[in-house]
């Protein structure tokens, strides 16, 4: 791990339960700044719960999860605030699709950093542009594929000019000829030095841009290391197996 | 190989009419003896109406009570306000119309044209000039639209929410009545002096309006998440929807004055239209909710992801969708509104039903009930289908209720 920066997430014995259900069952993580994690695990292992508490769309009841020096409990102010330093793309896209892509990208910065709209269209013209698809500005999402949409999602979410983008399985909605044009951005997105921590199964981004990996399994990490270590070495018999059947495919 | 364009369907296959026929009403035999029954029995029906229509009926009854099914006590001498209202609504409607759907000159030539065509029939000539000038105001209003659609698309979303109040003014007036005083051209008309279908109108239009945002709240209350705003929401919501509209009227006649500070007398078409609001509402709510509960959990998430607060993602995200999706909806409960106002009549308001009675209570006119309740169906019947067919068209035209 990088010790030259401080941790800008901090999560410490994060537990979760839904109902009786016990669905994060003692997190620790600490990411440092411009580290790229990734988390991969079996279906229903916590993957989701556990990043979506870190800009509490969930809630954790034990434990505490420190974002950017800013603890999350239920002040709904730093909760908020929380939310504005973190972006997040979803499996589903979740565009907005009353709005066009310009709207899309363009209404958080406006409503929530109070930018004026012409800076705002300015900025979201240049994330498009990054994004490699400029010239969809003015469609509504769904006369976009599937991977375009994502790639606005994506765009949507920078648009914040976040500390840390969270991935939430990106490509797994995606028809396989579309996850190279977001992985694509993705890779591009972690090289420049971007926060990310990224929920996928998508082994070749792991091994591209991952300076950490963590395989969870029923609600706790079981194991986790370098790219290098993980793929060659891992420790332990479940990692092994989980492995061996989704580089199999 | 033979070019498949050479080929022809059966001789019976090809003609539109009877391949309808034999597709629709005779495919079996069940179906054949089906067709005959129902079109014996429609021929019969249609043509005793027509005879009783055509031969019994006597229609003076209509025609000579015209001006009151429309407007009812209203003076003659201030009904050029009236005319102006109406002229302003139309001259709305064709810039509504030209800018919105603009493909449709079908629409525009029959709402347009009617009153054109009513001016051949044989009305006043006080009438027949207030026609004239409704044409020209929808025609006006139309060529404006069509010749310059973008730039007035604001000043006419505008009119159209300063339409009610203006509407509601000229009807009403400004100056009290002073006895000995000959009345100016706006000297205020007493409400109880309102009727006809200009009453049933504006309990419709006020009804519905006030009804929005009150049943909006209502329906965001449902889901807050304080408990005693969520409590009222569902109480209130339920106890209205439990109880008929008619004993809701009731009420607002007789109870509404005992939790008013005494003295003040208010209106007794105001309470008819505060009752039917408060009612409208409770209707309204229900189905905002199920707009609501049709958005998808990721839009919400998203949302607050990019860190909007609660009350924006219901503004920006949340609510422009769930609307959307219930538009038909509520030009359905606008519509069974229109119709509702008949209720009023109970409470002894004079609206489009409530004038039929007192028409039928004229001693030259007993025993009449047949045509004047045939002409008031009909009315309602004209009406409720024109606004259907109006927002079924403005619906395909602006993509309404698909997501
Ligand atoms: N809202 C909820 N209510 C109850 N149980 C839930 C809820 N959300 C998730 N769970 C349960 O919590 C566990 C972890 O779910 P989670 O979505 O985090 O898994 P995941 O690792 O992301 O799986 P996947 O790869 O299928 O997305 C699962 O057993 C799931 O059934
Ligand atoms: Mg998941």
């Known amino acids: 791990m990088n010790n030259t920066h401080p941790a800008i997430i901090t999560a410490r014995e994060v537990h979760k339960w839904y109902g009786n259900f016990h669905a994060l069952k003692g997190i620790n993580m600490e990411v440092s700044k411009g580290e790229v994690i990734v988390i991969f695990g079996p279906s229903g292992s916590g993957k989701s719960t556990f990043i979506r508490t870190i800009n509490r769309l969930e809630e954790h009841q034990r434990g505490e999860i420190l974002v950017d020096g800013i603890e999350l409990t239920h002040d709904v102010r730093n909760i908020e605030t929380v939310r504005t330093e973190t972006g997040m793309v979803f499996q589903q896209f979740n565009l907005f699709p009353h709005l066009t892509v310009m709207q899309n990208i363009t209404l958080a910065p406006i409503q929530v950093r109070n930018w004026k709209k012409q800076q705002a269209e300015e900025t979201a013209l240049q ?44 490509t797994s909605a995606l028809d396989p000829e579309m996850i190279k044009e977001v992985l694509d951005v993705m890779v591009e997105l972690a090289k420049s030095g971007m926060t990310m921590i990224v929920v996928t199964h998508e082994m070749g981004f792991a091994r591209a841009v991952a300076n950490r990996m963590f395989f969870f399994d029923q609600g706790q990490i079981v194991e986790s290391g370098s790219p290098e270590e993980i793929f060659k070495a891992p420790k332990e018999e479940r990692t092994k197996l989980f492995l061996s059947q989704i580089l199999s495919h | 190989m033979q070019n498949p364009e050479t080929i022809l369907p059966p001789i019976t296959e090809r003609s539109g009419i009877l391949r309808w026929l034999r597709h629709n009403l005779f495919n079996t035999w069940s179906d054949a003896i089906l067709t005959v029954v129902s079109a014996s029995l429609i021929y019969w029906l249609v043509k005793s109406l027509l005879t009783w229509a055509i031969t019994v009926a006597e229609w003076d009854v209509v025609v000579a009570n015209l001006r009151l099914f429309m407007i009812g006590q209203f003076p003659l001498e201030q009904v050029g306000r009236l005319w102006v209202a109406l002229a302003f ?239 038909p909806i509520l030009v359905g409960q606008f519509i069974s509104m229109f119709k509702d106002t008949a209720l009023v009549a109970i409470v002894g308001l004079f609206d489009l039903l409530g004038i039929a009675r007192t028409v039928l209570s004229q001693p030259e006119f007993i025993g009449l009930h047949r045509e004047v309740y045939a002409f008031v169906s009909l009315f309602y019947w004209t009406l409720s289908y024109a606004m259907s067919y109006i927002s079924q068209r403005l619906e395909t035209s602006l993509g309404l209720g698909v997501r």
Request: charged content about 10%; glycine content about 10%; overall charge positive.
């Open chain 2, 89 to 327: 609504l139309v001259f709305l409607t064709g810039n509504s119309l030209a800018i919105w759907d603009r493909k449709s000159y079908l629409a525009a030539i029959l709402i347009l044209g009617l009153p054109v065509f009513l001016i051949f029939l044989p009305f006043a000539p006080q009438t027949r000039i207030w026609l004239g000038v409704l044409a020209a105001a929808g025609i006006l209003g139309w060529g404006l639209g069509y010749s310059a659609p973008q730039s007035i698309k604001r000043s006419v979303a505008i009119g159209w929410l300063i339409a009610l109040p203006i509407f509601v003014l000229l009807t009403r007036g400004f100056t009290p009545a002073v006895e000995d005083v000959p009345s100016t051209a706006l000297t205020i008309v007493p409400t109880n002096l309102w009727g006809g279908l200009l009453l049933t109108f504006l309990l419709t239009v006020v009804a519905n309006i006030f009804s929005f945002p009150l049943g909006l709240l209502l329906a965001l209350g449902r889901r807050s998440e304080l408990p005693i705003i969520r409590w009222f929401s569902i109480g209130y919501i339920e106890l209205v929807r439990g109880v008929p509209l008619i004993t809701i009227l009731f009420m607002a006649q007789l109870m509404l004055p005992l939790f008013v500070p005494g003295g003040i007398d208010i209106d007794r078409v105001l309470r008819a239209m505060v009752g039917m609001t408060l009612f409208s509402a409770a209707y309204l709510a229900e189905n905002v909710r199920g707009g609501l509960q049709a958005i998808p959990k990721g839009q919400f998430e998203a949302a607050h992801a990019l860190g909007l607060s609660g009350a924006k993602t219901m503004y920006f995200i949340i609510l422009p969708q769930a609307l959307r999706l219930i538009i």
């Open chain 1, 127 to 170: 994330l498009l542009k990054r994004v490699g698809i400029p010239e969809q500005a003015n469609k509504f999402p769904g006369q976009l594929s599937g991977g375009q949409q994502q790639r606005v999602a994506i765009a949507r979410a920078l648009a914040m000019q976040p500390k840390i983008m969270l991935f939430d399985e990106p």
